[in-house]
């Protein structure tokens, strides 16, 4: 069973950055993805950004957060990180982490992803 643990969320001001990571552990498949979803209060959960691991290490974005996050996959320590640099008010939300036994999956595709942390809290102040 994977078992995913998020950390790294805190509270910054507008434009400030912060890095999250997600262990994990219980992962038997080979070639498959990673990714960060985020739900803020009164909002529906959005896709945040994704990672094929085992694969070409392609990445995707969504369109609010391209250019300013940055997902990346430590194989070693099996760890996920996301970068987030010029963070925005908006950018506020409970952050978690994902895996999907499948590839090709971009961060849209939520119904995908089969097990999940239980979140890390990101705070952006004006």
């Known amino acids: 069973q994977v078992h995913l643990v998020e950390s790294g969320g805190g509270s910054v001001q507008s434009g400030g950055s912060l890095r999250l990571s997600c262990a994990a552990s219980g992962v038997t498949y080979s070639g498959y993805s990673m990714g960060w979803f985020r739900q803020a209060p009164g909002k529906e959960r959005e896709g945040v950004a994704t990672?094929?691991?085992?694969?070409?290490?392609?990445?995707t974005y969504a369109e609010s957060v391209q250019g300013r996050f940055t997902i990346s996959h430590d194989a070693a320590q099996n760890t996920l990180y996301l970068q987030m640099d010029s963070l925005k008010p908006e950018d506020t939300a409970m952050y978690y982490c994902?895996?999907?036994?499948?590839?090709?999956?971009?961060?849209?595709?939520?119904?995908?992803?089969?097990?999940w942390g239980q979140g890390t809290q990101v705070t952006v102040s004006p």
């Open positions: 990672i094929e691991v085992d694969g070409d290490g392609s990445t």
């Open positions: 994902a895996s999907s036994p499948m590839t090709g999956v971009d961060s849209s595709a939520a119904w995908a992803f089969n097990s």
